[in-house]
T-cell receptor, first 115, second 115 residues
Framework: KAGVTQTPRYLIKTRGQQVTLSCSPI?????VSWYQQTPGQGLQFLFE???????NKGNFPGRFSGRQFSNSRSEMNVSTLELGDSALYLC??????????????FGEGSRLTVL | DQQVKQNSPSLSVQEGRISILNCDYT??????FLWYKKYPAEGPTFLIS?????DKNEDGRFTVFLNKSAKHLSLHIVPSQPGDSAVYFC??????????????FGKGTKLSVKP
């Protein structure tokens, strides 16, 4: 079955602009999480959505927001971009059954460069 | 404050030998630990996990050991192969199965297996 799909794969923005990233989870997965990966900080949790509701939120400013649609697809938005927002943004989906071990299935990521 | 620490940014091993990747954590409430492998330009992929009620889990060439008293886990790869060269992330979960999308990741260890 198809994996997690993220679009766009690469994008370049300038400071002050905003960006929207999209994620389509594996079919049947209802939980979608977003992570930011930077060389110095590793993978940092942004937020998690389940059934269109945000379940958890990491320690990021309000400029970072997200949403999930009824088909489980998710988008994240970053407004008023800063140079430090340059990173690889990873989306991950997971099952929500009680048998799940916490394994996340990651997409290939969206590489954002802010100039 | 890092809750999951991978103190070795890099590790170089000869093909056929054992690779040992280490991970320390500070939060005793973590009840599930996972290892992910990441190749350049790809998203992380799940490798192996262990529940806090166990001290060892084995899957082929990969074994994870958990020492709860020391809050330490390690990933052993035997024998190491050049294709194992990647960045390995240790991750922990402790919010219960209802919030499994929130994994706390270490910063990763880059493993290089030399032929």
């Amino acid at each position: 079955k198809a994996g997690v799909t993220q679009t766009p794969r690469y994008l370049i923005k300038t400071r002050g602009q905003q960006v929207t990233l999209s994620c389509s989870p594996i079919s049947g997965h209802r939980s979608v999480s977003w992570y930011q990966q930077t060389p110095g900080q590793g993978l940092q949790f942004l937020f998690e959505y389940f059934s269109e509701t945000q379940r958890n939120k990491g320690n990021f400013p309000g400029r970072f927001s997200g949403r999930q649609f009824s088909n489980s697809r998710s988008e994240m938005n970053v407004s008023t971009l800063e140079l430090g927002d340059s990173a690889l943004y990873l989306c991950a989906s997971s099952l929500t059954s009680r048998s799940n071990t916490g394994e996340l299935f990651f997409g290939e990521g969206s590489r954002l460069t802010v100039l | 404050d890092q809750q999951v620490k991978q103190n070795s940014p890099s590790l170089s091993v000869q093909e056929g030998r054992i690779s040992i990747l280490n991970c320390d954590y500070t939060n005793s409430m973590f009840d599930y630990f996972l290892w992910y492998k990441k190749y350049p330009a790809e998203g992380p992929t799940f490798l192996i996990s262990i529940s806090s009620i166990k001290d060892k889990n084995e899957d082929g060439r990969f074994t994870v050991f958990l020492n709860k008293s020391a809050k330490h886990l390690s990933l052993h790869i035997v024998p190491s192969q050049p294709g194992d060269s990647a960045v390995y992330f240790c991750a922990a979960s402790g919010l219960g199965r209802g919030s499994q999308g929130n994994l706390i990741f270490g910063k990763g260890t880059k493993l290089s297996v030399k032929p």
